[in-house]
């Protein structure tokens, strides 16, 4: 490949590299950058601010190069704050903002307004002054009016309740401003209470529940939305209590709240009308330099059951008009995709096809003249390979069966007892055995590395724990129950002095090649797997790969026991999916000591990850006693790694960086320890934690979807339910106790 760059073939691959570089420059110039970035901040997630958010997608076709940005607080002063900081840091040209409260989100308006960001606020109000523009409806009338409407339904007497929306908000303060103001001009119009909901359905459902005083002759109650006018009517409908309701947001569709006063659920809203049309065409004027009202009033109205059915109908063709215009304006898109994609293309083929045809053809010739010298080469060297391979398993075998033997005999009292004139000719039988596997070694590695390029003479026999018995770190552990292991070898002698080593630990099977071996492990399923490599019928690598690909099989640990010591062949081993792979002639006590390892690996990685399956504590009784043997340093950063999770479930903000920093780890290095050991990444292991705390929650108590999905991390119930159905093939609603 070298000789190939410096002949005229390699003139013609750089130029090519040069063409592409050319192609990557055109792709790169045609991409248009948006000519405003607009930034938009909503204070929570609801019907009515989807609605808006879809006016404001729906007029950028209008608005050549606007890009919006958009980020929901979901009702907290915090996430709002870092959302705004956020969007100023990406480099918006406008900030377009919804504060969640009056005074807390001042501070982070205000530093994008210093910073020169024109500041629009829409709906709700700050205690400042700095910002561009105000957009939204005037809510201390909107008060007003719905207090002269109850008033006149209640011909001036009557006792009314009103639930006000978040506390703080500014529209919140001046509804009630309003509302108060109306019904003080009846005096026999009383206001019962003002409870204290959050523009949620569910706070105004719990607010009514804990109020302590009577409701039982409410005539009339005010929600400051229509969602807090539902919760209350539900909660009083509970209690046998009826009254008439009221709210404010009038949003179209089914369930909203003009479709609430055609049905008579609601005796009437007021339009809370969202313009997001409006909103950006103002932000487009600003970002222009266009004139513009810096404190623009919608006007809105009240919705009554005369009116309901004539907006319900303008809206639904308002809003097939709009389906039909973004239809239209993705076909165009696509259009203008393809059109541009084409003209790049035909700018290009004619030169690149005749210059890919100059260079392929320039390599077709080199290589040709080439690949018959490589083919012969290759096969001298698999020829070379296959020879002093089957030279060292025929060597290395019966060394196995000399040394091991010798070995295991040294260790016995008769020998430790024995006269000095028969000890020593036992250790000139060790000595001179030892010698001679050496001696093999070496004219074996002398012989390969010499002739073949592509093994690497650096490559050593196995790891020191592999191949010598004075290297074994670990005792065996003498199991409670035998572990089952089953031996494959094609050579009788090995698999008797095999049986000979392990019998006192394990229950012992063997097979005398890979396919009765393939057929023994299917049905026995055994613990652990010892294969020799060259096998008849079918070999050691062949083996290896059906056992860890059959589905009974795949979690079986596997040693592969062999004369191949080339580097290159020890690589095709573990390729094959094999655990370990120990060189003969080989030292009893190594292979003991690995096979221990890793069956005592096995069964705590098992053990812990069943526990952190469950994500919840279980009680003393039910807990599983702990292992008696040490922990090892991945079992020990593991249990830890499991400890944070289940104390931090609840926090949404919890991610990879958290996790790593508390560990001591950067993403990528937590990342990669985390999928060596469990196979999972950090991210899968978490999302599986929050949803088994959830279903535990769901089964076992009466909390509701939402609260189980805030409870365990989730920052949105909708996607909660989604990743259930994918986690466990069914809806949380299927759990919920009833």
């Not at 046998?240 to 089914?254: A, Q, R, V, Y």
């Not at 005749?354 to 001298?380: D, G, P, W």
């Not at 613990?527 to 060259?534: F, G, P």
């Amino acid at each position: 490949m070298r000789d190939m760059f410096r002949s005229w073939p390699g003139q013609g691959v750089r130029i090519c590299l040069l063409s592409l570089v050319a192609v990557c420059l055109l792709t790169a110039c045609s991409k248009r950058e948006p000519r405003y970035v607009i930034g938009v901040s909503q204070c929570s997630a609801d019907i009515w601010r989807e609605k808006q958010n879809a006016e404001l997608r729906m007029d950028t076709y209008f608005q050549d190069g606007v890009e919006l940005r958009f980020a929901s607080a979901y009702d907290s002063d915090e996430r709002q704050i870092e959302q705004i900081d956020s969007l100023i840091a990406s480099g918006i040209d406008l900030l377009i903002v919804a504060p969640n409260q009056v005074a807390t989100i001042s501070p982070a308006i205000d530093r994008a307004y210093d910073q020169g960001i024109p500041v629009i606020v829409f709906e709700r109000k700050t205690n400042s002054k700095k910002y561009t523009a105000f957009m939204g409806a005037d809510n201390h009338e909107m008060g007003r009016l719905m207090g002269e409407y109850i008033a006149s339904r209640l011909n001036g007497h009557g006792k009314v309740l009103q639930i006000m929306g978040l506390k703080g908000s500014s529209p919140a303060i001046d509804r009630d401003k309003g509302f108060k103001e109306a019904i003080s001009h009846y005096p026999q119009i009383t206001l019962v209470a003002t409870l204290q909901g959050d523009w949620t359905q569910q706070s105004a459902y719990d607010a009514i529940k804990a109020f302590k005083g009577d409701l039982s002759d409410i005539d009339f109650v005010f929600g400051q939305n229509d969602r807090m006018a539902l919760g209350a009517r539900q909660a009083l409908k509970e209690k046998g209590i009826e009254s008439k309701f009221c709210g404010i947001d009038g949003l179209p569709g089914e369930g909203g709240g003009i479709a609430c006063v055609r049905d008579s659920i609601l005796e009437a809203s007021y339009l809370y009308p969202t313009h997001g049309d409006q909103l950006l065409q103002l932000a487009v004027d600003i970002l222009d330099g266009k004139p513009y009202e810096k404190e623009i009033q919608l006007k809105s109205a009240i919705v009554t059951a005369d009116n309901a059915n004539v907006l319900l109908l303008q809206n639904e063709e308002m809003r097939r008009q709009s389906q039909y215009l973004d239809e239209l304006h993705k076909m165009a898109d696509s259009y203008l995709e393809q059109l541009g994609l084409q003209r790049t293309i035909t700018f290009l083929a004619i030169g690149f096809i005749v210059l890919l045809l100059a260079v392929i053809v320039s390599i077709y010739l080199y290589f040709l003249q080439r690949a018959r010298i490589h083919q012969e080469r290759t096969k001298m060297e698999r020829e070379q390979l296959d020879f002093y391979t089957q030279v060292s398993h025929e060597l290395r075998t019966p060394l196995t069966l000399i040394e091991g033997p010798l070995s295991q005999l040294s260790e016995t009292k008769e020998i430790r007892e024995a006269g000095a004139e028969t000890s020593g000719l036992f250790a000139i039988l060790r000595r001179n055995a030892h010698q001679l596997t050496e001696l093999i070694n070496k004219m074996l590695n002398m012989q390969t590395t010499g002739n073949i390029d592509d093994l690497s003479a650096s490559q050593q026999d196995v790891s020191p724990i592999e191949t010598t018995g004075h290297g074994a770190t670990s005792a065996l552990e003498e199991p409670t129950d035998a572990a089952t292991v089953l031996i494959v070898d094609d050579n009788a002698d090995i698999r008797a002095y095999l049986r000979t080593i392990l019998q006192n630990h394990y229950q012992i099977n063997e097979a005398a090649d890979g396919q009765q071996g393939l057929t023994l492990a299917n049905e026995i399923v055994p613990d652990l797997i010892v294969s020799d490599v060259m096998m008849p019928v079918m070999n050691g690598l062949e083996f290896c790969q059906r056992v860890k690909g059959g589905t009974a099989t795949s979690h079986i640990p596997v040693i592969l026991l062999t004369a191949r010591a080339l580097g290159q062949q020890q690589i095709e081993g573990y390729e094959s999916g094999a655990d370990a792979y120990i060189t003969k002639p080989f030292s009893a006590e190594v292979l003991l000591a690995r096979i221990d390892n890793l069956l005592k690996s096995r069964r705590q990685l098992k053990n812990l990850f069943a526990k952190l399956d469950d994500a919840s504590p279980k009680p003393k009784s039910q807990e599983q006693p702990q292992a008696t043997v040490p922990l090892q340093k991945e079992d020990s950063f593991l249990i830890k790694f499991r400890g944070f999770i289940e104390s931090n479930l609840s926090d949404s903000d919890l991610n990879v960086e958290t996790i790593g920093a508390e560990l001591g780890l950067s993403r990528v290095q937590l990342y990669r320890k985390v999928k060596a050991l469990t196979g999972q990444s950090p991210v899968e292991l978490l999302r599986s934690a929050r949803l088994q705390k959830g279903r535990l929650l769901l089964e076992t108590t009466d909390k509701n979807i939402s609260e189980v999905a805030y409870e365990v991390g989730f920052t949105a119930p909708s996607y909660f339910t989604k990743c259930f159905k994918d986690e466990f093939g069914i809806s949380p609603s299927d759990l919920e106790v009833q």
